[in-house]
T-cell receptor, first 113, second 118 residues
């Protein structure tokens, strides 16, 4: 069963515009969420995280929003830059439970000049 | 400040051979995690280890796969008698500590080992 879902396999955005990547989860026990960025032939790079006690966390151009009632989170990148082109993975975990991260399938973001 | 190191980066094995994947965590990190990524899929958790202890191996196949993190040296993921379905990218991550009392520590990933089974 897919506990973390990223329903958009790909997204194309114009440089300078906002990129919005979405993620849904089904396990209500998850209380910590992360976004990773991955370039081809490299490992995932941590971007930003959010605890379930918050509904927003911001770091520079990256903002993550969490809607617990809808079991939905999103990553906003503004303004989008060509170097943001990569695959973005959403991940979730239970802080006081198993330490494993449960990943979505990823969304390939392409920023067009 | 070296990050998580994995070697080899690419490994080719024939069916029935053994594959050994190595992971050295970031300096100061004592927790290691292994994940596997099949083509066009997300990463799937395999095993979580601390020094000399396997904490959670719930994602590890019951047969042919084993992992260790000795007191000295890197963590090793070992796959015996490889089959074509084992072809994947294997990623190691490390963290300083696990989450307790509402605290959690970020997992940082290595570059991965791409295993190809012929």
């Amino acid at each position: 069963d897919q506990q973390v879902k990223q329903n958009s396999p790909s997204l194309s955005v114009q440089e300078g515009r906002i990129s919005i990547l979405n993620c849904d989860y089904t396990n209500s026990m998850f209380d910590y969420f992360l976004w990773y960025k991955k370039y081809p032939a490299e490992g995932p790079t941590f971007l930003i995280s959010i605890s379930s006690i918050k509904d927003k966390n911001e770091d520079g151009r990256f903002t993550v929003f969490l809607n617990k009632s809808a079991k939905h989170l999103s990553l906003h990148i503004v303004p989008s830059q060509p170097g943001d082109s990569a695959v973005y993975f959403c991940a979730a975990k239970v802080i006081q439970g198993a330490q494993k991260l449960v990943f979505g399938q990823g969304t390939r973001l392409t920023i067009n000049p | 400040n070296a990050g998580v190191m994995q070697n080899p980066r690419h490994l080719v094995r024939r069916r029935g051979q053994e594959a050994r994947l190595r992971c050295s965590p970031m300096k100061g990190h004592s927790h290691v995690y292994w994940y596997r990524q099949l083509p066009e899929e997300g990463l799937k958790f395999m095993v979580y280890l601390q020094k000399e202890n396997i904490i959670d191996e719930s994602g590890m196949p019951k047969e042919r796969f084993s992992a260790e993190f000795p007191k000295e040296g890197p963590s090793i993921l070992r796959i015996q008698q490889v089959v074509r379905g084992d072809s994947a990218a294997y990623f190691c991550a490390s963290s300083r500590k696990a989450g307790t009392s509402g605290y959690t520590d970020t997992q940082y990933f290595g570059p991965g080992t791409r295993l190809t089974v012929l």
